[in-house]
C-alpha cells in the first residue's frame, strides 16, 4: 500500500523559507506514471494546488505562487520536497504532499497534511 | 487560470436521502474532471476521477456525470459517514483548480 508521509517545521518565522518533505513508501516515486504535488489548505478555508514534480524532475508550478516556489525529487531517497520562500502569514496552512495519478490525473494518494504556521 | 464554482456552498440532508452537488466549470474541461471527500482533520480522499469512473474501493452509492462545462457528484443514498466536505478538481490543465467545497451536514 503506498504511503506519503511530509515532515518539517511546523513553524516558520516571517520572510525565511518553509522547506517540507515528502517521504513514499510502499512504491517507488521514479515510475514514468506519476507526478507528485503539494497541495495546501489555511485554516478553515479551501485546497490551492502549489505544484508537481515528476521522477525527472520535470515540474508544473501555479502561477500565483511561481516566484516563490521550487519543487524537486529525490529518486534515491523516493522523496520529493517543497520549498517556499519569503513566507508570510498567508503561507500558515495544512501542507498535503500527493500522488498525481495517471488515469485522470488526479490526485489519489495523499499525505495526513502538516500544518506549518507562519509566525515570528 | 479556469475557475471552478460549486454549489450549494452546503447542503442539509438525512441519512438515507439522495443528494446531488453541482460544479461547473469557467472554461470547457472536457471530461478532466475530480471528486474529493474531507472529513475534518483529515486529508481528502479521492472520490471520482475522469468525471465518472468511480476510485477503487469507493461505496457505489457515489456517482459522477457530466462533461463540459457542468459536472454532478451524486450520493444516492447517505450513510452517516457521508457528512463531510465535497471539492471538485479540474485536472484539464495547469494550474489544477479545486471548487471553494460543498460541506454536507446532518438535518
Known amino acids: 500500500q503506498l504511503q506519503l508521509q511530509e515532515s518539517g517545521p511546523g513553524l516558520v518565522k516571517p520572510s525565511e523559507t518553509l522547506s517540507l518533505s515528502c517521504n513514499v513508501s510502499?512504491?517507488?516515486?521514479?515510475?514514468?506514471?506519476?507526478?507528485w504535488g503539494w497541495i495546501r489548505q489555511p485554516p478553515g478555508k479551501g485546497l490551492e494546488w502549489i505544484g508537481s514534480?515528476?521522477?525527472?524532475?520535470?515540474?508544473n508550478y501555479n502561477p500565483s505562487l511561481k516566484s516563490r516556489v521550487t519543487i524537486s525529487v529525490d529518486t534515491s531517497k523516493n522523496h520529493f520536497s517543497l520549498k517556499l520562500n519569503s513566507v508570510t502569514a498567508a503561507d500558515t496552512a495544512v501542507y498535503y504532499c500527493a500522488r498525481q495519478g495517471s488515469g485522470g490525473r488526479s490526485f489519489d494518494y495523499w499525505g495526513q497534511g502538516t500544518l506549518v504556521t507562519v509566525s515570528s | 487560470d479556469i475557475q471552478m464554482a460549486q454549489s450549494p456552498s452546503s447542503v442539509s440532508a438525512s441519512v438515507g436521502d439522495r443528494v446531488t452537488i453541482t460544479c461547473r466549470a469557467s472554461q470547457s474541461i472536457s471530461s478532466w474532471l475530480a471528486w474529493y471527500q474531507q472529513e475534518p482533520g483529515k486529508a481528502p480522499k479521492l472520490l471520482i476521477y475522469?468525471?465518472?469512473s468511480l476510485q477503487s474501493g469507493v461505496p457505489s452509492r457515489f456517482s459522477g456525470s457530466g462533461s463540459g462545462t457542468d459536472f454532478t457528484l451524486t450520493i444516492s443514498s447517505l450513510q452517516p459517514e457521508d457528512f463531510a466536505t465535497y471539492y471538485c478538481q479540474q485536472t484539464n490543465s495547469f494550474p489544477r483548480t479545486f471548487g471553494q467545497g460543498t460541506k454536507l451536514e446532518i438535518k
Open positions: 475522469a468525471a465518472s
Open positions: 514534480v515528476n521522477y525527472g524532475g520535470s515540474t
Open positions: 510502499g512504491g517507488s516515486i521514479s515510475s514514468s506514471s506519476y507526478y
